[in-house]
């Protein structure tokens, strides 16, 4: 196969859709927030992005046991507010070079469905448990700081540590470039667990932003199945603590 190729699997017509990206990173916070989107309003697979940048792995599902090579999947979603098209996966690329390739092509996927804007979702780790959940701003343009500052999100000067890696990164940096209004959620969390609670504020802050409203059952359950981890992690907070370098961001 070639370095990247692209299934398109459906084209439906959407209304200036909003590109949401949320790959695997810091407490699994873009990830959960955008699968719970896509759980909530029933999205469409409209295209499949295969990359050799992947691991080289296949998923197995179903009573037969297929495989699909592993890829990145975008869905429309249609919202009583704003249209959306949502990109979300189960890796990120394995080098520097195909993020920015990788990243390249899902701006180039976003902008065939006429997307102008892009939020890219993701966590913070903080190094110690969370009670009560900020969400970090970045945005492509100081223009757009405002109207998230209205919604809660906080900017802070040189957070997070080390800058934002991987596509989430990206989206800004070359978005902005091509045009789009870019933003960055980053939901505080401690780093050492899948977070639940960060992923809801994040789609919190979304949610005033885009003009929907979600449930939030299934991740309420899922953030309760956490309760007994999170009981031994706070054992843990009394043990050598966990070097700053091995917390920061990759989104």
């Known amino acids: 196969m070639d370095d990247i190729e ?7 017509e959407l209304d200036d859709p ?19 989107l896509l759980e909530e309003f029933d999205g469409e697979l409209v295209r ?7 691991p080289p792995q296949v998923s197995v599902d179903g ?19 704003t249209d959306l098209l949502v990109l979300t996966g189960d890796h990120q690329a394995g080098s520097n070079a195909g993020h ?4 390249s092509t899902f701006l180039d996927v976003a902008e065939s469905f006429g997307a102008k804007r892009a939020f890219a979702l993701g966590g913070v780790p903080t190094g110690e448990l969370v009670e ?10 100081a223009a757009l700081a405002d109207d998230l ?20 990164g990206l989206v800004l940096g070359l978005g902005g470039r091509r045009g789009f209004e870019a933003a960055c959620l980053m939901g505080e969390t401690s780093g050492y667990l899948v977070d639940p609670k960060s992923a809801r504020a994040v789609l919190e802050v979304l949610e005033g932003r885009l003009g929907f409203e979600l449930g939030y059952d299934s991740l309420e359950d899922r953030a ?28």
């Open 224 to 251: 309760e199945e956490m309760e007994e981890v999170v009981g031994k992690i706070r054992e843990m907070q009394d043990g050598p603590a966990v070097p700053d370098d091995d917390l920061r961001y990759i989104g």
């Open 48 to 54: 499949r992005v295969y990359a050799t940048e992947f």
């Open 6 to 12: 692209i299934d398109e699997v459906a084209t439906p």
């Open 149 to 168: 500052r209205e919604a809660g999100v906080e900017f802070r000067p040189d957070e997070p540590a080390g800058g934002i890696v991987g596509v989430s």
């Open 63 to 81: 009573e037969d046991g297929v495989a699909e090579l592993t890829c990145a999947e975008f869905h429309a979603v249609e919202t009583d507010g």
């Open 100 to 103: 920015y390739r990788l990243t």
């Open 18 to 36: 909003v590109l949401i990206e949320g790959l695997p990173g810091v407490g699994h916070v873009g990830k959960l927030a955008a699968e719970h």
């Open 132 to 141: 009560e959940y900020t969400v970090l701003g970045a945005v492509s343009e």
